[in-house]
C-alpha cells in the first residue's frame, strides 16, 4: 500500500479539496510527533477568507470518520497534522515485503531506452583508481535505470585513437619486450610509454618518429594497425578481466577509432546545415548564442579532434539505438566540452540533443592531494588498492575469529573479505554527492561503525545471524501476527524502508546515487537501533518474537535488493 496516495485519497474525497493541490502541499514533517504527513493551509486563506489555523481547524473537523490505516489528526496552529496507525502500518510493509519477489522493481521507464557512456579506459593504459569513479558511477547508474524498467545499453568508449599510439609504436621498436607484452601487456606498455617520454626530452626527434607513425596508422598501413590492434586486444582482456571482478559488463566496446572513418560525412553534414565556418583554415562551429566558445570540428591541417569524433557518435548512437536518454559519465573538467557537444548537434537540428545529459563527478586523491599521471609513472592501479583493501579486511576478520564460538573456515574468509573490500571501494564512490572529491583513507573507509559498505554488510550478516540462532522456520514467520508490531522503534525501521522507492526516483532525477545510497545507510542505522532497544528473542510472548523476526527477515530482504542496485554482495557471516 502506498501510504501517502491513500491519505491524499481520502483528503480529496472528505475535504472536497483538488488532489493535484493536496498532492503539492503535503508534507512529511521532520519530527514523528509532529504526524506522518502533515498539510499547511495557508494557501487557502484567501480563497475561504479565514485563516490558516481556524481553517485547519475547519478541516480536522470534517476528517470524523477515519479510515483504519489513520490513527488520528490533530491541528498544530496552521498545519493538519495526520498519524498513521502503527500496527496497520508495520503490518502492511512487512508482509509486503515477504510477499514479493521484485523488490525495487519499478515500471517507470517502461518501454524507454537509455544509453550510458562511461569508464572509457585508454588503450594500452593502466586502469588506475582515477578511473573507478566513472567505471562505478557508471555502473550503478545502469543498474538503477534497469531497476525502473529502462532498457539499459552500457557503452565502454574506449579511449583508443590518437597521436599516443604513434609514440607506443616507436617506444616499442626500440624499448618493446615481447615476452613481457605477453606476461603482462599494461605493464609493460606503460613501462616504454614512459621510457618515449623520458627519451624524448633529451631526442626531440622522436615525437617527429612518432608522428609518422601515427599518420601511417591514419592510412591504415598494415604493420602500424597490427601493432595498435595488439596493443588494443591485450587491454581489452585486461581491462574485461578487472571489469568481471567488479562485477559488470558493458554492452558495446566501441571506442573512437570505430567512428574515423564516418568523420568526412559529420564534416559534410555540418557544412550542409550552414553551421560551419571557416577560421584561419580551421573548420568550427560558433556556439556564441549558447554563450559557449566555438567547437573545432578539423584543424587546418585536415584532422579531427575528439569534438568531431562524439559528434559522430552521437549520431551514430541515435540511429542504432533511437534512446530517450543518452548519459555521459565523464570527470566534472570535462563539463564544457560536452556543452559544446549539446549545443552544437542542437545547433544542427537535432532536437534529440536535449535528451542528452552530462553527469560529472570529482577528483580521486589520496591523503597527500597527489593527482594521477601515467606519464610520469606516478600511478596507483585499481586492482592495486583493491588488494589493499582485500588484504586489510583479511586481517580484521581474522582477528575477529580467533575469539569466535563459530569460526569461519578459511574458504569463508577468503570470501567475505573479497566481497567486504570491493563494498567498501564501490561504497567510498557512492556515499557522497558525485561532484565532490574523493580522498581514499583506510581507517575511514573500512570503518564498522562509520558511513561505510562495511557498516551495512554487517548490518545484513547480524540480521541473518539473529534468524539463524532463532531456529525459527521460514514457514513460522510467513504465518507470523504482523498487526502485534506496534512499537516506535518498528515504525520507524518500516518507514526508512518505505522510503527506499522515493529515494530511488529522486537518484534518478538527478542521476545521483548517492541520494539512494544514503536512504540504505539510513535504514540500516534504523535497525541498529531497532536491534539495540527492542527484545527479539527474549521477546514477551513466542507471537511477538516470531512477529519481529519476520521484520529482521524483510529488513534483510531488502537491504540484499537495495545493496544490489549499489553493485554490492553480501554475506551472510562477518
Not at 491541528?75 to 496507525?85: D, M, Q
Not at 522503534?489 to 518500516?494: A, D, I, P, R, S
Not at 529515494?503 to 539512494?516: C, G, M, R, V
Request: charged share 30%; hydrophobic share 40%.
Amino acid at each position: 500500500m502506498d501510504f501517502k496516495k491513500k491519505t491524499l485519497e481520502y483528503l480529496v474525497d472528505e475535504l472536497d479539496v483538488e488532489l493535484s493541490v493536496l498532492e503539492e502541499l503535503i508534507e512529511i514533517p521532520p519530527q514523528r510527533d509532529m504526524g506522518d504527513f502533515a498539510i499547511p493551509c495557508f494557501r487557502f486563506a484567501k480563497i475561504l477568507k479565514k485563516s490558516p489555523a481556524v481553517i485547519a481547524q475547519d478541516f480536522a473537523d470534517k476528517l470524523d470518520t477515519l479510515p483504519e490505516f489513520i490513527d488520528r489528526v490533530e491541528v498544530a496552529g496552521p498545519y493538519l497534522n495526520i498519524f498513521l496507525n502503527v500496527s496497520v502500518f508495520n503490518k502492511t510493509i512487512t508482509s509486503n515485503i515477504l510477499e514479493s519477489n521484485d523488490l525495487l522493481k519499478f515500471d517507470w521507464g517502461s518501454g524507454k531506452i537509455v544509453l550510458l557512456d562511461y569508464s572509457s579506459p585508454n588503450i594500452a593504459k593502466p586502469f588506475h583508481v582515477g578511473h573507478a569513479f566513472t567505471t562505478i558511477l557508471g555502473d550503478v547508474l545502469a543498474r538503477m535505470y534497469a531497476s525502473t524498467g529502462y532498457e539499459v545499453v552500457r557503452i565502454n568508449h574506449l579511449g583508443d585513437y590518437g597521436t599516443q599510439f604513434g609514440k607506443l609504436i616507436v617506444a616499442y621498436e626500440n624499448w618493446g619486450d615481447a615476452s613481457a607484452l605477453e606476461e603482462d601487456a599494461i605493464k609493460e606498455l606503460l613501462r616504454i610509454y614512459v621510457k618515449f617520454h623520458d627519451e624524448a626530452k633529451l631526442n626531440p626527434e622522436l615525437e617527429d618518429q612518432a608522428r609518422a607513425k601515427f599518420r601511417n596508422l591514419e592510412a591504415g598501413e598494415a604493420y602500424e594497425y597490427e601493432l595498435w590492434e595488439k596493443f588494443r586486444e591485450f587491454s581489452l582482456n585486461e581491462f574485461k578481466r578487472i571489469y568481471n571482478r567488479l562485477g559488470m559488463y558493458f554492452d558495446s566496446y566501441k571506442g573512437e577509432a570505430f567512428y574515423i572513418e564516418m568523420l568526412d560525412k559529420v564534416v559534410n553534414l555540418l557544412e550542409e546545415k550552414g553551421i560551419l565556418v571557416d577560421s584561419q583554415g580551421a573548420k568550427i562551429v560558433d556556439l556564441e548564442e549558447y554563450s559557449l566558445p566555438p567547437v573545432i570540428v578539423r584543424k587546418s591541417d585536415g584532422s579531427s579532434i575528439y569534438a568531431t569524433r562524439d559528434i559522430a557518435a552521437a549520431l551514430y548512437r541515435h540511429k542504432r539505438y533511437n534512446f530517450d536518454k543518452l548519459l555521459y559519465v565523464v570527470g566534472q573538467t570535462q563539463e564544457l566540452h560536452f556543452k559544446q557537444l549539446f549545443a552544437t548537434l542542437k545547433k544542427a537540428g537535432f532536437d534529440w540533443a536535449d535528451n542528452m545529459e552530462f553527469v560529472g563527478f570529482g577528483l580521486v586523491k589520496f591523503p597527500e592531494g597527489v593527482k594521477l599521471s601515467t606519464r610520469s609513472g606516478d600511478v596507483v592501479y585499481l586492482e592495486d588498492l583493491i588488494n589493499e583493501a582485500v588484504s586489510r579486511t583479511k586481517a580484521v576478520i581474522e582477528k575477529s575469529n580467533e575469539n569466535s564460538d563459530d569460526p569461519m573456515s578459511q574458504e569463508e574468509i577468503d570470501k567475505a573479505s573479497e566481497i567486504i573490500a570491493l563494498a567498501s571501494v564501490r561504497y567510498t564512490f557512492l556515499r557522497n554527492g558525485r561532484e565532490r572529491d574523493i580522498v581514499f583513507l583506510w581507517d575511514e573507509i573500512l570503518d564498522y561503525e562509520g558511513d561505510t559498505a562495511p557498516y551495512m554488510l554487517y548490518s545484513y550478516a547480524r540480521a541473518r545471524s539473529i534468524l539463524r540462532k532463532s531456529g525459527v522456520d521460514a514457514s513460522e514467520l510467513k504465518n507470523a501476527d504482523l498487526s502485534i508490531l506496534s512499537e516506535n522503534q518498528e515504525f520507524e525501521l518500516l518507514t526508512e524502508i518505505n522510503n527506499l522507492p522515493a529515494s530511488l526516483e529522486q537518484a534518478l532525477k538527478h542521476n545521483e546515487p548517492s541520494i539512494f545510497a544514503r536512504q540504505v545507510m539510513t535504514v540500516c542505522r534504523s535497525f541498529s537501533r531497532f536491534y539495540n532497544q527492542v527484545s527479539i528473542l527474549q521477546a514477551d510472548t513466542e507471537d511477538l518474537k516470531i512477529a519481529r523476526l519476520a521484520l529482521i527477515e524483510a529488513f534483510s530482504k531488502t537491504v540484499k535488493a537495495a545493496l544490489a542496485l549499489l553493485g554490492i554482495d553480501t554475506v551472510e557471516r562477518m
